[in-house]
Structure formats: structure tokens, C-alpha cells
């Protein structure tokens, strides 16, 4: 499974964004997709992710309300659209996916260790000016 990120770049504080995460080849109904983030000398943290059923989304309590999550089954491509960011949203911004087992499985989406997102993809830098 390989994805690419795509969307990064620099922004001002209050700014906006829309990363890309295309998964070609696959069928992402199988596929949980989620975004991560990781600061300079911090850790990887989990951003947002969406079931593979595609029903059920899960945010980080320091994006909730700001930072959107869909998916183009069409395109292959899960989006994630961040809005009023702030400077501490700076960091590389990685997608990764997990397949997850069982019908039940599928229908809900969580960041490690509850799920383990065994496939990544390239990251992409996000920079906000204050």
C-alpha cells in the first residue's frame, strides 16, 4: 500500500490548508486512513483518521472544530482540510493506513496503539507564521 501526501506549505496564523492523501491502487474501503503530525523535538502525535467504512471520523482535541477530515473513494484520496491554524499546528503532516479485521472493525477508526498503521507515506511540511 503506498500513500502520498501532498498540500503542505507555508501559512499565516488563521490561515488555511487542504492536504491530500492519495491511495492508488486500493480500495479504501478496507483501508482506516489517519493523520499524524510530528513538531520538531516532539512526538508523533495522531491528528484525525476515518474509518474505513468511511461513517465514523475521530480528531484530536487540539484540532476538533478547526480541522475537517473526508474521503474521495472516487479519487482515491482522503482529505484533510485544516482551518484557522495556528502556529503550533507547524510539523511534517504523515498519512497512514491500517486494515483493520472484522466486519465491526471497519466501522470505527483510533490512533495506536489501539489501531497500528502499518503503511505510511511520505511526509509533508505544514508551517504557520504567527
Known amino acids: 500500500v503506498q500513500l502520498q501526501a501532498s498540500g503542505g506549505g507555508l501559512v499565516q496564523a488563521g490561515g488555511s490548508l487542504r492536504l491530500s492523501c492519495e491511495v492508488p491502487g486500493v480500495t479504501l474501503d478496507y483501508y482506516a486512513i489517519g493523520w499524524f503530525r510530528q513538531a520538531p523535538g516532539k512526538e508523533r502525535e495522531g491528528v484525525s483518521c476515518?474509518?474505513?467504512?468511511?461513517?465514523?471520523?475521530l480528531y484530536a482535541d487540539s484540532v476538533k472544530g478547526r480541522f475537517a477530515i473526508s474521503r474521495d473513494d472516487a479519487k482515491n484520496t482522503i482529505y484533510l482540510q485544516m482551518q484557522r491554524l495556528k502556529p503550533e499546528d507547524t510539523a511534517v503532516y504523515y498519512c497512514a493506513a491500517d486494515i483493520p479485521l472484522g466486519t465491526d472493525a471497519r466501522m470505527w477508526c483510533n490512533f495506536p496503539p489501539r489501531m497500528r498503521y502499518d503503511y505510511w507515506g511520505q511526509g509533508t511540511q505544514v508551517t504557520v507564521s504567527s
Open positions: 476515518i474509518s474505513a467504512s468511511g461513517s465514523s471520523t
